[in-house]
């Protein structure tokens, strides 16, 4: 199974739509559980321009990872929240995302393996690697830019 988070009308062959309202082929508000009977069951998930709109980045992360199977694949877009203006001029976005954020929830990242377990950290349970992490730079109209992150991680189970 093969999952679009945040698809609305973008259609993705191969893909199940996932939104919080139609078109999409399956109707889900991604700051509950997603497909609460679905554990390691996706492939894959391609996720653009929808994570910046979830309050909860552990949460967020969690959940990709619980509905991933081992060894699959996350592909995510979202704005550089220091780079550009693309990270915050949209007032819907309630997270913002640096190439930085991805490495808190990956496997061997000192920080994380420091406080694994205590205070907020005890809540994470996604493990990840990196399979690549590039920018790609967007005019605005009136002379801003936007930077997005292009992470390709892959779920450690």
Known sequence: MK???GSLDRYM???ISV???EPADVVCDLRGPWFPDSDSSVDEVFAADVFEHLPDKIHTM???WRVLKPNGIAKIQVPHASE???G???PTHKSYWTTS???YFCTGFAERERFRGKGEYARINAEFAVVSMTKTRHARRWGGF???INAILRAIK
């Open 3 to 5: 999952l679009n988070l």
């Open 13 to 15: 062959e191969g893909f």
């Open 19 to 21: 939104d919080i309202c």
């Open 62 to 64: 969690n959940e990709l």
């Open 84 to 86: 550009g203006d693309g």
């Open 88 to 90: 915050h001029c949209d």
């Open 101 to 103: 954020d991805f490495e």
């Open 146 to 148: 936007v930077v997005e």
